[in-house]
């Protein structure tokens, strides 16, 4: 629950994600959650085996381009703290969006639409905060490593199951 009060700050951009304490079991905790959490959510739009595929894909997509990123900028030594933080910062907007998602799927109503977008954008914000933070980068610069981690993570999963599975 410690772990827990230190990083919800940095859902409001109110703590450097480097000064966060550092925790092999807190980082396990939140990849656990954070593959639970896109499990459940895929496997309600699309089959259950397609959906445990694509989840591990874009687990290992995940994990994988925040270590690329930091080893490109020598600072792989951030990567636990780096890693939790962002797995953090996207298991809080999942579980807010969890609501959302049900809602419209449930009733197509136009204000979960404009919700979900907000969460996405909360989303992808946070992301580049801690890139721009880890890598020590511009805002531009953090917004463009964003977009390339939704992109590579998100999309290339998506592109990969279908490939694959079809």
């Not at 827990?4 to 656990?32: A, E, H, R």
């Not at 020590?136 to 964003?146: D, H």
């Not at 998100?154 to 490939?163: E, F, P, Q, R, W």
Request: aromatic content about 20%; some cysteine; charged content about 10%.
């Amino acid at each position: 629950m410690n772990y827990l009060k230190q990083y919800l700050p940095l859902c409001w951009f109110g703590v450097n994600p480097l000064d966060l304490p550092i925790s092999t079991q807190f980082f396990k905790q939140n990849l656990f959650f954070y593959f639970a959490l896109e499990l459940f959510t895929q496997a309600n739009m699309i089959e259950t085996y397609d959906a445990l595929f694509e989840v591990t894909i874009e687990t290992i997509l995940t994990v994988g381009f925040i270590a690329l990123a930091l080893a490109i900028n020598r600072t792989f030594d951030t990567f636990l703290p780096v890693v939790t933080s962002v797995l953090f910062s996207e298991n809080v907007v999942a579980v807010l969006g969890l609501p959302t998602m049900i809602w419209w799927s449930m009733t197509d109503h136009e204000l979960s639409y404009i919700i979900l977008f907000l969460l996405v954008i909360w989303d992808f914000l946070l992301v580049a905060y801690v890139f721009r933070k880890a890598l020590g980068i511009n805002l531009l610069a953090s917004f463009i490593v964003s977009f390339f981690y939704f992109f590579s993570t998100y999309g290339a999963a998506y592109g990969i199951t279908s490939l694959i599975i079809g």
